[in-house]
């Protein structure tokens, strides 16, 4: 597949659960438009979703601070700054990533909260209860069932859907990211502290889900205006009857072009006769 060599490459960081399988019909909507995509796992991630889930032990412990490092020598090790797109915990990497100064721009979709972002719906809480109940689960990797995967997922999906989805794409996730974002406004070292007021940090779009149960379109909004506190461009954009599963729920298409067009605007260079005086 050939790119064109003015497209700035995207990297595409997914969220707790799931696997870069998730971003598979972004990943192809991108290169078919001419950019160069790559769409890593995390740390410790080794194999498809069915070797993960025959032993997700390799997962147990991992944080915020190794997953954002790792795709941080990911951006660097690019010719070209990329544009990084994220969700949910991708989303909250994808805002680190910016705060460290790495990218030409960002997408955060449902991010996961950054520090100061105070809001926690009850429906936010139910979704990482599975976790959260357990102290235990901090060390652990933790596995959703099929019924808390449609509550925090595919909630818009009818049930023969939302299995699909649960058969392809769920993974346990490693419950260390979810104690750490819950406690992340009472822990001075948090590992998902940025710095709002950072006026040099690329351009951002957050974008929420007004029927997310994880990340509520209201955490979404909070975020968004928090980063807007900078001189740094940030835009938010909240799509009607979607959840949390954004990059795979019917509908998905509009999601991923919206992304992408804005990204290209805040990356492109205007033409020599616009840029001059």
Do not use: C
């Not at 979810?178 to 998902?192: D, K, M, R, S, Y």
């Not at 949390?244 to 991923?256: D, L, M, S």
Request: glycine share 8%; no cysteine; charged share 20%.
């Amino acid at each position: 597949m050939s790119f064109q060599s003015s497209a700035p490459p995207i990297v595409l960081v997914h969220g707790l659960w799931l696997t870069p399988r998730s971003w598979e019909g972004w990943k192809e909507r991108f290169e078919s438009r001419g950019h160069q995509v790559l769409a890593p796992a995390w740390p410790r991630m080794q194999g498809e979703v069915e070797d993960i889930r025959r032993d997700p032990s390799p997962l147990n412990g991992l944080g915020v601070a190794e997953i954002t490092d790792h795709y941080a020598e990911i951006v660097r090790s690019l010719d070209h700054p990329p544009i990084i797109m994220g969700h949910s915990f991708g989303g909250l990497v994808t805002e680190l990533l910016l705060d460290r100064g790495l990218g030409a721009a960002g997408v955060a979709v449902s991010p996961a909260p950054v520090k100061g972002v105070l809001r926690l719906p009850l429906a936010q809480l139910r979704s990482a209860l599975p976790v959260l109940g357990n102290p235990a689960n901090r060390t652990r990797t933790v596995e959703l069932s099929p019924k808390q995967f449609h509550y925090a997922f595919t909630n818009t999906m009818d049930a023969a859907e939302a299995q699909a989805a649960y058969d392809r794409y769920e993974v346990p996730g490693p419950g260390r990211v979810i104690f750490q974002a819950a406690f992340a406004n009472v822990n001075p070292g948090a590992p998902t502290k940025v710095d709002f007021h950072k006026d040099d940090r690329a351009p951002l779009l957050v974008m929420g889900n007004d029927q997310d149960h994880t990340v509520p379109a209201s955490v979404s909004r909070e975020a968004a205006k928090r980063l807007a506190s900078s001189r740094a461009i940030v835009d938010y954009k909240e799509f009607a009857g979607r959840p949390h599963f954004t990059a795979g729920a019917p509908g998905w298409e509009a999601v991923a072009d919206y992304a992408l067009d804005w990204a290209t605007r805040q990356t492109s260079t205007p033409p020599a006769s616009e840029a001059q005086p």
